[in-house]
């Protein structure tokens, strides 16, 4: 069946620089979430989009934005990274309130 | 404190044991609750929804106590391939999950 599909795996960046973590949800899913999850940390909820609203919001700097296009994929855009945003960043989709399921995450290192 | 919090074990369980843990939650107007599993710093994959009436999926079987505010899983019949960091995560509106930090099973053999 298919999964979340995040984009890309593995990403590498400087202090300041920008980045963009992509998300394509399992069909059919209305729900997208996005997760920081630090080492040795649980994952910890930044925002949601249901139907291409943003419909909840969590511990996201204001760095960070995000949306969800008119093909229910999503964008994470971080800007002015620091070092702390080194971490695995997942994405999770659900159809209306059904349970989520994670893609296999993004490994973001800021050097 | 944490809404979600957990036994972080370790539980070092030889094969064939039962090993069984809790997860608290602190607000009592969670709706929904799972239990994710963790391998090495993968994705959490969902082991199971977990129901007021408990469910059993196979060898796991997770409880649900509302009035304690608690849930539970139990695994029996300990297999090598269920050695892994699980995550209870409570569903407080309709969008975001909270986790706890996870507890850690390691099966033996």
């Known amino acids: 069946a298919a999964g979340v599909i995040q984009s890309p795996r593995h990403l590498i960046k400087e202090k300041r620089e920008t980045a963009t973590l992509k998300c394509y949800p399992i069909p059919r899913h209305d729900t997208v979430y996005w997760y920081q999850q630090g080492p040795g940390q649980d994952p910890q909820f930044l925002i949601s989009?249901?139907?291409?609203?943003?419909?909840d919001k969590g511990s996201i700097p204001d760095r960070f934005s995000a949306q969800q296009f008119s093909d229910y994929h999503s964008e994470l855009n971080m800007s002015s990274l620091e070092l702390g945003d080194s971490a695995l960043y997942f994405c999770a989709s659900s159809f209306w309130n059904q349970p989520q399921h994670f893609g296999d995450g993004t490994r973001l290192s800021i050097l | 404190r944490k809404e979600v919090e957990q036994d972080p074990g370790p539980f070092n369980v030889p094969e064939g044991a039962t090993v069984a843990f809790n997860c608290t939650y602190s607000?009592?107007?969670?709706?929904?609750f799972f239990w994710y599993r963790q391998d090495c710093r993968k994705e959490p994959k969902l082991l199971m929804s977990?129901?007021?009436s408990g469910n059993e999926d196979g060898r796991f079987t997770a409880q649900l106590n509302r009035a304690s505010q608690y849930i539970s899983l139990l695994i029996r019949d300990s297999k090598l391939s269920d050695s892994a960091t699980y995550l209870c995560a409570v569903n407080i509106d309709d969008y975001k999950l909270s986790f706890g930090a996870g507890t850690t099973v390691t099966v033996r053999a």
């Open positions: 607000n009592s107007a969670s709706q929904s």
């Open positions: 989009f249901y139907e291409k609203m943003q419909s």
């Open positions: 977990v129901y007021s």
